[in-house]
């Protein structure tokens, strides 16, 4: 997916010019100076409704999607964008340690000009609880760069990070905007493309001084609009945990994480970082883009087969020898694959919905799955509110 905008910088070269006399961060407004307020809400509403594509059951190219799922056992893992900014990522720093949660923060390496910046990189690196990760250059839009551009944005910051000390591992695209070219360029440096589970909006919040406005982003339901700490914590039970968007850049940020920690602590969470391979065993399993996997109605002979996560479930091998998943009205698609329809499943004497596959070219017209036969099927609609419907699928063979 591509983005065309960028967000925070936009918000961290506003926030420089609206905190005069403050150590102002630095920013690389200068490239994003013909933004509207719309092109920010569009694009930051693109990648919201990428991260949440469910029917993605793969990283693919995206910058923006983590490859592991969950469960994630209530064990988050905090992420801080766009710094260092001296006048916010100290402080962050230290209420971090006050509270012993780890963090990784994801640098522009055209922010660290001078002996102060290096200072608080040093300081990130000296603390076995910390990461210092590559967020590029000057936080372009890397979807919109030539392949040179790309490789600098990337590489320049890498050597800022090695000067620092810090081992190169992670990196974050800005907005989460990449392309297959942009993915492939960090991933043969042997960077691991991070991405989010939870985004704070802390961006929208510290824009509107700690009010989110429904015209900069609408995703933020209207009882969260002057409570970050509540929407991050709305966000976090959706998901159960997982790896958490903040920007160390902004005042408002610094302000909050006190209190989000505090929060997430009484219900139970845990700190971990993006490098726990419990928690994020893909994204830290290979360097290479993740295999091609099965997908509902693709021939299979065991559960192993089908081990794919979508809709929160994972596909398991149905006795008729086609993956598949439980359904109430409602099957995933997926691009290259035959489409899918829910009906009952013919060999079990109680009202359950299956997924099964069309009957397609894809599958032979279902000659490829020989425990099943083409057969007009009306849809299981269970508890769902999917209108009544028959498709040809194929049906598994009673037994
Ligand atoms: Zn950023």
Redesign the pocket.
């Known amino acids: 997916m591509r983005r065309l905008f960028s967000l925070?910088?936009l918000f961290a070269f506003a926030l420089s010019v609206s905190t005069a006399g403050c150590a102002t961060p630095p920013d690389d407004g200068d490239d994003h100076g013909d933004m509207t307020e719309s092109d920010v809400s569009a694009a930051f509403e693109q990648s919201f409704r990428e991260k949440d594509d469910a029917k993605a059951d793969s990283t693919g190219c995206s910058g923006v999607r983590v490859p592991d799922r969950g469960p994630f056992a209530k064990r988050v893992a905090l992420t801080f964008?766009?710094g260092p900014n001296p006048a916010t990522t100290p402080e962050i720093v230290a209420t971090l340690r006050r509270h012993q949660v780890p963090a990784t923060f994801?640098i522009n390496g055209s922010r660290v000009k001078g002996d102060t910046e290096k200072a608080i990189l040093a300081d990130i690196v000296s603390d076995a609880n910390f990461k210092l990760a590559n967020?590029t250059w000057s936080?372009v839009n890397m979807a919109e760069q030539s392949s040179a551009e790309v490789a600098r944005q990337i590489d320049k910051t890498s050597d800022v990070l090695t000067a620092a000390g810090a081992p190169l591992e992670f990196f974050?695209f800005?907005?989460g905007s990449s392309t297959c070219a942009t993915a492939e360029a960090a991933r043969s440096r042997g960077l691991k493309i991070t991405g989010w589970h939870v985004d704070s909006a802390d961006w929208c919040f510290a824009a509107g001084g700690g009010v989110c406005k429904p015209a900069t982003f609408r995703y933020v339901p209207d009882a969260y609009r002057s409570d970050m700490k509540g929407y991050v914590m709305s966000q976090v039970h959706a998901t159960e945990g997982g790896i958490l968007l903040f920007?160390d850049i902004h005042r408002s940020t610094a302000d909050a994480l006190e209190g989000i920690i505090e929060a997430l602590k009484a219900d139970g969470y845990t700190f971990t970082n993006v490098s726990d391979l419990n928690t994020f065993p893909k994204l830290n399993g290979s360097s290479a883009p993740p295999a091609p996997v099965a997908f509902v109605g693709d021939a299979c002979k065991a559960s192993t087969d089908c081990a794919f996560d979508v809709w929160g479930v994972t596909g398991t091998c149905h006795t008729a020898g086609f993956c598949s998943i439980p359904c109430e009205g409602f099957c995933p698609d997926k691009a290259g694959k035959a489409p899918t329809f829910c009906v009952q499943d013919p060999t079990q004497s109680t009202p359950a919905g299956v997924c099964v596959p069309m009957a397609v070219s894809e599958n032979g017209h279902c000659a490829d799955l020989p425990g099943t036969l083409d057969a007009s099927a009306d849809r299981y609609v269970g508890t769902s509110n999917a209108p009544a419907k028959t498709a040809e699928v194929c049906m598994p063979v009673a037994p």
């Open positions: 925070p910088a964008d766009d994801f967020h936080h974050r800005p907005f920007h």
